[in-house]
């Protein structure tokens, strides 16, 4: 049988969501993703109308399939946490059970089960303020939408997950050198992320015989990124500094999670992977 993936925050197809979504088709899984509910109605109806057909084709000349969209917004666990302003947003208003916890019962009435679970999601409000000027809100928002996030995801679909499965997230080094522009408490968030990796390592291994891992990825023009601003110069400066001076592509991310999530890693587990042409082992640039 082949294996089912679930990816969360899939919204077009720029960032790394995608490009680990086509990754894993290619390997032969099976395709679920859930999109973060604001964005929903534009990704549907760009894939309807064939819009992601160019970047939907995998090596063999076949469109990757995406078996099936969940709407998901990963920071409410259950409909209990829903405030009214987002509950009678009319962004949120047309689409129903997108709460962590109703997701995996969905997922569970509509597959049974799943074996790869992706977290290809942040968010942090205050992004572009410096630390030192971040409020209580933002700093907790950031950790709540970019780390609990995963805790939860996974938390929840553990049970439904086959043993031997493997789950994975998506982290960046400023959670553990200073990339200033790169604020609001999303280092922090991704300190957390990285630590918490470990943590369920441990937790979901022993438990659930599941694998943890996140990929401490380099840098890549995204929305999300775009939406930080400083993207550009980050690629810039990765291309004079890193060891392999070349841009790295999301495809090349995707294909380290293809790898992380299949029998091949079968003893890898609590790890942060590097897929950054090498850049984090760099002490100055030159
Ligand atoms: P992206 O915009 O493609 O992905 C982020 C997704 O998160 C979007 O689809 C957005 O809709 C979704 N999202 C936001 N809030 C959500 C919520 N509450 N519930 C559900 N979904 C939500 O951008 P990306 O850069 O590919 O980001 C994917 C992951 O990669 C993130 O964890 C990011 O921090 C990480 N990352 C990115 C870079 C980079 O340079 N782009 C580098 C290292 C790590």
């Known amino acids: 049988r082949g294996k089912r993936a679930f990816i969360a925050g899939v919204a077009d197809d720029h960032g790394y969501g995608w490009a680990i979504s086509k990754a894993l088709a290619a390997a032969g899984a099976e395709i679920l993703v859930g999109t973060w509910v604001p964005a929903l109605n534009i990704f549907e109806s760009s894939l309807r109308r064939g819009k992601f057909d160019e970047t939907r084709k995998l090596p063999d000349g076949s469109l990757m399939e995406i078996t099936k969209v969940y709407p998901l917004d990963a920071v409410f666990d259950s409909p209990e946490d829903v405030p009214e302003d987002i509950k009678t947003n009319k962004r949120y208003l047309g689409s129903s059970n997108w709460t962590v916890k109703e997701v995996v019962e969905s997922v569970k009435q509509d597959f049974g089960s799943i074996d790869i679970l992706v977290h290809s999601l942040a968010n942090g409000p205050e992004v572009t303020k410096p630390l030192l000027e971040t409020s209580r809100y933002g700093y907790l928002a950031?950790?709540?939408?970019?780390?609990?996030?995963?805790?939860?995801?996974?938390?929840?679909?553990?049970?439904?997950?086959?043993?031997?499965?493997?789950?994975?997230?998506?982290?960046?080094?400023?959670?553990?050198?200073?990339?200033?522009?790169?604020?609001?408490?999303?280092?922090?968030?991704?300190?957390?992320?990285?630590?918490?990796?470990?943590?369920?390592?441990?937790?979901?291994?022993?438990?659930?015989?599941?694998?943890?891992?996140?990929?401490?990825?380099?840098?890549?023009?995204?929305?999300?990124?775009?939406?930080?601003?400083?993207?550009?110069?980050?690629?810039?400066?990765?291309?004079?500094?890193?060891?392999?001076?070349?841009?790295?592509?999301?495809?090349?991310?995707?294909?380290?999670?293809?790898?992380?999530?299949?029998?091949?890693?079968?003893?890898?587990?609590?790890?942060?992977?590097?897929?950054?042409?090498?850049?984090?082992?760099?002490g100055v640039g030159v």
Do not use: C, W
């Open 142 to 282: 950031a950790i709540s939408a970019s780390s609990y996030s995963y805790v939860s995801l996974l938390k929840h679909f553990a049970p439904i997950m086959n043993p031997g499965g493997a789950s994975l997230s998506l982290t960046y080094i400023a959670s553990e050198r200073i990339i200033p522009g790169y604020g609001g408490g999303m280092s922090s968030a991704k300190a957390a992320l990285e630590s918490d990796t470990r943590v369920l390592a441990f937790e979901a291994g022993r438990k659930h015989n599941i694998r943890v891992n996140t990929i401490s990825a380099g840098p890549l023009r995204s929305r999300a990124a775009k939406a930080i601003g400083f993207i550009d110069m980050m690629i810039d400066y990765s291309s004079e500094n890193a060891p392999l001076q070349t841009e790295l592509s999301a495809e090349e991310v995707g294909n380290a999670a293809a790898f992380l999530a299949s029998p091949l890693a079968s003893a890898i587990t609590g790890t942060v992977v590097y897929v950054d042409n090498g850049l984090n082992a760099m």
